[in-house]
């Protein structure tokens, strides 16, 4: 199962208990967010790793090396730094995907869309493939509001 939300409505905990459902998740990133490369794919995307926002410092550092150096980072004993005090991760790997919509009139013209998705491996689900996903929800959101505000006839009170 793929379930695609809006930017910024989940925070790492949701995220955790989706994942753990073995849904996967489709996003897309907040524009202002850095996101270190971990690995090129083959396919051009890339994975980043997602780290708790409280870990600074050389603990950051050495998790984004070993991000980079393809250990598992779901190992306690491999990677310590990666869980925090309740045995809880503190990191995770996701695929980046950027692209632009070609053709785009107006807000949003030569606007980069960077999507973030749970599945890692291209060969799980092809980038253009999770992109077209993202573009229906969006559609799909899109005709829902033009449905509840503006379809729905004149407001009708209720008055006694």
């Given at each position: 199962m ?16 989706v994942?753990a ?5 489709l ?19 890339y994975?980043?790793a997602?780290?708790?926002?409280t ?5 950051c ?5 070993a991000?980079?150096a ?8 491999a ?12 990191i995770h ?6 692209y632009?919509v ?5 807000n949003g013209?030569?606007?980069?869309i ?6 890692t491996?291209?060969d ?6 999770l992109?077209?996903a ?27």
């Open positions: 793929r379930l695609a939300v809006r930017n910024g409505t989940e925070t790492q905990t949701e995220t955790q208990n994942t459902t073995g849904a996967a998740l996003r897309r990133a907040p524009t202002q967010l850095g996101l270190p490369i971990a690995a090129v794919l083959p396919d051009g995307t994975l980043t997602l780290i708790t926002p870990i600074r410092g050389h603990r550092d050495r998790l984004l090396a991000a980079r393809g250990t598992d980072l779901t190992d306690i004993n990677v310590p730094d990666a869980f925090n005090d309740r045995g809880l991760p503190v790997l996701a695929r980046v995907i950027e632009q070609p053709d785009r009139i107006g013209s030569g606007e980069l960077v999507l973030l998705s749970t599945i491996n291209p799980d689900a092809r980038a253009d493939g992109a077209a993202y573009h229906q929800r969006w559609e799909e959101e899109t005709a829902n509001d033009q449905f509840k505000t503006h379809l729905r006839g004149p407001a009708r009170g209720q008055c006694r």
